[in-house]
């Protein structure tokens, strides 16, 4: 039985492999082990977080750890490299755009192993992005490309990528969506921080504000929090505050007033629950622009791009930058109910992972 090797570094990267391996479990054509690099350490990501995924503690730690780009890459690549020449599996399956991705991609393919990655060919076009150069150089050297959405498609074809070796399966993060809202309606959710806010406020919107482009700089993270104190007037916001965004607002001494309710970084459970019944969203993350749009949520991205157009062509987000006018208008738009309609995008089903299982099983006899 051949072996396929699942790399996840960060903690979006196990809500994405999650459904994979369920996939594998499944279909016992492959043997897996699951490599965690330790790009992100995260204390919750204990045993229950697992359970609660539904997939089983990794097979090795790499411990990572922190560090400059450079260093945290070359710490991965050093550890996984003694890995594979111990045993070289039959494939690296590398998700998303971290810095894990690309490391371990460079490994595998340096050691002769094919690389498949899920979620390629997305692209933001700006290259000051960290995550934009990982894709770039992922999609690169991998030999198969299991893509989200049809502008992944057309950029790779773009890039000179053999059609045969492109695949549109529909989106993992998906999966994991679908399968994680349907586990959360048979849980006790009154054990959740979450479920508090939610009796106390019957209506409200979801902050999530983590990039550094956003929140390193004074003048952009005060314009930032000038539109959610203005739209807190009208509708309480609910943030939980990344460390880092956290530690600038106390440094800029930023104000974002009483209606704007702070919380801890809170579990992939959590907020789940918090966010799918919120009345909109206002993020800068890329997991959450396509989630929302999975679940028909307004949902105001500020950021200057996107890697994921289809969320802007077909789903419920709109891209705002940081300009405090235009995010408190779209805000209004939405919540008058005159915002942008969406609807889910193709093969966003719940199935992409079945489909990259059935795809390996015929590229790898």
């Given at each position: ?118 979620e390629a060919g997305l692209r933001s076009g700006d290259r000051r992005m ?7 150089v992922t999609d690169a050297i991998s030999d198969w490309f299991f893509v ?218």
């Amino acid at each position: 039985m051949k072996t396929i090797y699942l790399i996840a570094g960060a903690r979006p990267n196990f809500m994405k492999v999650a459904p994979i391996i369920r996939a594998l479990q499944a279909s016992k054509r492959f043997s897996f082990k699951l490599i965690h690099t330790g790009q992100h350490y995260d204390h919750e990501m204990s045993e229950v977080f697992f359970e609660e995924l539904g997939i089983p503690k990794p097979d090795f730690h790499l411990n990572a750890g922190g560090g400059s780009h450079a260093q945290q890459t070359a710490k991965i690549m050093t550890a996984f490299e003694d890995i594979c020449l111990h045993e070289l599996p039959d494939c690296v399956l590398v998700v998303g755009d971290v810095n894990s991705t690309l490391a371990c991609a460079i490994v595998a393919k340096k050691n002769n192993v094919p690389v498949a990655h899920v979620e390629a060919g997305l692209r933001s076009g700006d290259r000051r992005m960290p995550e934009e150069i990982n894709r770039l150089v992922t999609d690169a050297i991998s030999d198969w490309f299991f893509v989200t959405e049809p502008a992944g498609v057309d950029n790779l074809l773009r890039e000179g990528k053999a059609e045969d070796a492109v695949f549109f399966v529909g989106h993992v993060m998906i999966d994991n969506l679908l399968y994680q809202s349907a586990k959360l309606e048979s849980l006790d959710r009154c054990i959740f921080e979450s479920e508090l806010i939610k009796k106390r406020y019957a209506n409200y919107g979801v902050v999530t504000l983590h990039r550094p482009s956003n929140v390193d700089h004074e003048p952009f993270l005060s314009a930032i929090a000038g539109a959610l104190r203005k739209i807190s007037e009208r509708l309480p916001l609910v943030f939980p505050v990344h460390p880092r965004t956290k530690g600038n607002l106390e440094k800029f001494g930023i104000d974002l007033g009483e209606r704007v309710v702070i919380t801890k970084p809170l579990s992939y459970m959590e907020f789940l629950n918090l966010w799918k019944d919120a009345a909109l969203i206002l993020t800068d993350s890329g997991g959450l622009q396509e989630e929302t749009t999975a679940l028909g949520i307004p949902c105001l991205t500020l950021r200057e791009n996107t890697e994921r157009p289809v969320t802007l062509d077909q789903g419920t987000n709109v891209l705002v930058g940081t300009d405090p006018e235009m995010i408190y208008r779209e805000a209004e738009l939405a919540l008058d109910g005159m915002g942008k309609k969406g609807r889910c995008p193709a093969l966003w089903d719940g199935r992409a992972a079945e489909r990259i299982v059935d795809i390996l099983t015929l590229q790898l006899a």
